[in-house]
């Protein structure tokens, strides 16, 4: 498996910013989802991402000491 390691500690500083224009729609239902959880918009989109990154079998979790 090739997946990048990444720490859940990752630091605010160590995250890139990008500009990111979702259909209206997309967003509201995107914000329900976010509250339905207790995470923001962004935390969110994260966690989506991270989830697909480690299906796809992209994404190596830090092993837990």
Do not use: C, H, M, P
Not at 18 to 47: C, M, P, T
């Amino acid at each position: 498996n090739t997946g990048t390691l990444i720490s859940k500690s990752t630091a605010l500083s160590d995250k890139k910013s990008f500009v990111l224009r979702l259909d209206a729609q997309i967003y509201k239902l995107l914000e329900k989802w976010a509250a339905d959880e207790f995470r923001s918009v962004n935390g969110q989109l994260e966690w989506i991402i991270q989830q697909q990154l480690k299906e796809a079998g992209r994404l190596k979790q830090e092993k837990k000491r």
